[in-house]
């Protein structure tokens, strides 16, 4: 019956954290949303569970995962909910256009509904929605896409497994307290500064790309607009829209040389402008203090103890903060977070127990 029960308890945590959002929405008219979307996630639960034959009574409370994200939304913000939530429908929205290709079904409104609607309302809220409001949500749609949360987890779980491998087989080698320490600085120094490199060019040439792409199609908008109105109706008629009304559409839509190019970047080229919007060197100090903050945690020990001491400290307080980490993970897994714990912590330990060994090898041959 628990497994049965699993798929609907996805329902019935969108409609609890939908619920939490228009709790906490100051906005009547986008509170208002998010409450009918809640009843409208609870809606879909009640008919599964009535599909597979249980009583209403058998309706399973909000997971774990689901009131730890509220607990998350109370200190920074519910813009982190939101975005849990944009990826959920996303997968879900997904799963199931990929099923129906499968089964060659025709795509119907409401397997995206809810993309869509969230979509909306990070990109204003509608005419209803108050220049406040407005404001707030155009800088919720800059920092909600890259889900700030999901970036912090997996910047520390490079840092900690990374500089935790390190230390053990420096450990292994050398049971100096100073070689430790310098190895653990060392190592998180250069892979936090990698990291921020990296980070940096990865951001800053991806703009770059989109930018000369984009200074292209306004190229050839002005010099062929004829062409660039023939290639947008293509594009409405591969997605089934009737040829004539595919036309008129484009038609319509090259009247407005802005328009034109805004639709082809996001058409043709499948540009995102947002994407431009974020800050490369924002995106660089970040990457850095969220690797250091994960690197730091084995190295702690070693500030204070030495020997053997030091290293099974660094192994138990690595192993909690894995744990931490390959829980957090189910966040936007929606899994089970026990078992994505453990699975961290096997994986974390066995690639200090290897460097350990190695590192211990090494030693003794040099010794």
């Given at each position: 019956?628990?497994?049965?029960?699993?798929?609907?308890?996805?329902?019935?945590?969108?409609?609890f954290?939908?619920?939490?959002?228009?709790?906490g929405e100051?906005d009547?008219?986008?509170?208002?949303?998010?409450k009918e979307?809640?009843?409208?996630?609870f809606g879909?639960a009640e008919?599964?569970?009535?599909?597979?034959?249980?009583?209403?009574?058998f309706?399973?409370?909000?997971?774990?995962r689901?009131?730890?994200?509220k607990?998350?939304?109370?200190?920074?913000?519910?813009?982190?909910?939101?975005?849990?939530?944009?990826?959920?429908?996303?997968?879900?929205?997904?799963?199931?256009?990929?099923?129906?290709?499968?089964?060659?079904?025709?795509?119907g409104?409401?397997?995206?509904?809810?993309?869509?609607?969230?979509?909306?309302?990070?990109?204003g809220?509608?005419?209803?929605?108050?220049?406040s409001?407005?404001?707030r949500f155009?800088?919720?749609?800059?920092?909600?896409?890259?889900?700030?949360?999901?970036?912090?987890?997996l910047?520390?779980?490079?840092?900690?497994?990374?500089n935790?491998?390190?230390i053990?087989?420096?450990?292994?080698?050398?049971?100096?307290?100073?070689?430790?320490?310098?190895?653990g600085?060392?190592?998180?120094?250069?892979?936090?500064?990698s990291?921020?490199l990296?980070?940096?060019?990865?951001?800053?040439?991806?703009?770059?790309l989109?930018?000369?792409?984009?200074?292209?199609?306004?190229?050839?908008?002005?010099a062929?607009p004829?062409?660039?109105?023939?290639?947008?109706?293509?594009?409405y008629?591969?997605?089934g829209?009737?040829?004539?009304?595919?036309e008129?559409?484009a038609?319509?839509?090259?009247?407005?040389?802005?328009?034109?190019?805004s639709?082809?970047?996001?058409e043709?080229?499948?540009?995102?402008?947002?994407?431009?919007?974020?800050?490369?060197?924002?995106?660089?100090?970040?990457?850095?203090?969220?690797?250091?903050?994960?690197?730091?945690?084995?190295l702690?020990p070693?500030?204070?103890?030495?020997?053997?001491?030091?290293?099974?400290?660094s192994?138990?307080?690595?192993?909690?903060?894995?744990?931490?980490?390959?829980?957090?993970?189910?966040?936007?897994?929606g899994?089970?977070?026990?078992?994505?714990?453990?699975?961290?912590?096997?994986?974390?330990?066995?690639?200090?127990?290897?460097?350990?060994?190695?590192?211990s090898?090494?030693?003794?041959?040099v010794?």
């Amino acid at each position: 019956m628990k497994a049965d029960l699993s798929s609907i308890r996805t329902e019935v945590d969108a409609s609890f954290l939908y619920q939490v959002l228009a709790e906490g929405e100051k906005d009547a008219h986008v509170a208002s949303i998010f409450k009918e979307m809640s009843e409208i996630e609870f809606g879909h639960a009640e008919a599964f569970l009535k599909k597979k034959g249980f009583d209403v009574s058998f309706m399973p409370k909000p997971s774990t995962r689901a009131r730890v994200l509220k607990a998350i939304g109370r200190i920074f913000g519910n813009d982190y909910i939101l975005g849990v939530l944009m990826d959920t429908e996303k997968r879900l929205s997904g799963a199931i256009l990929k099923q129906r290709q499968s089964l060659s079904q025709d795509v119907g409104l409401s397997d995206t509904a809810h993309v869509e609607i969230l979509r909306n309302i990070l990109k204003g809220g509608g005419a209803n929605v108050s220049g406040s409001t407005m404001a707030r949500f155009e800088k919720r749609h800059k920092s909600v896409g890259g889900n700030a949360l999901r970036a912090a987890v997996l910047g520390g779980n490079d840092g900690l497994v990374s500089n935790f491998s390190l230390i053990m087989g420096v450990a292994g080698a050398s049971s100096g307290q100073k070689e430790v320490l310098l190895a653990g600085m060392a190592g998180l120094l250069a892979g936090a500064l990698s990291m921020a490199l990296g980070e940096w060019i990865s951001v800053k040439s991806s703009q770059e790309l989109y930018e000369n792409q984009m200074a292209l199609e306004m190229e050839e908008l002005e010099a062929n607009p004829e062409g660039e109105q023939r290639e947008l109706a293509l594009i409405y008629t591969s997605k089934g829209i009737p040829r004539a009304d595919a036309e008129a559409m484009a038609k319509k839509a090259i009247e407005n040389k802005e328009v034109a190019h805004s639709i082809l970047v996001r058409e043709e080229l499948g540009i995102n402008p947002e994407d431009l919007e974020g800050s490369a060197m924002e995106a660089a100090v970040t990457s850095f203090l969220l690797f250091a903050i994960g690197a730091i945690i084995p190295l702690v020990p070693f500030f204070f103890k030495e020997g053997f001491t030091a290293i099974w400290m660094s192994a138990v307080i690595s192993a909690l903060g894995l744990f931490g980490i390959g829980a957090a993970i189910t966040l936007f897994t929606g899994k089970n977070g026990w078992y994505s714990g453990f699975r961290q912590v096997g994986f974390g330990l066995a690639a200090a127990a290897i460097t350990y060994g190695i590192g211990s090898l090494i030693g003794v041959s040099v010794g």
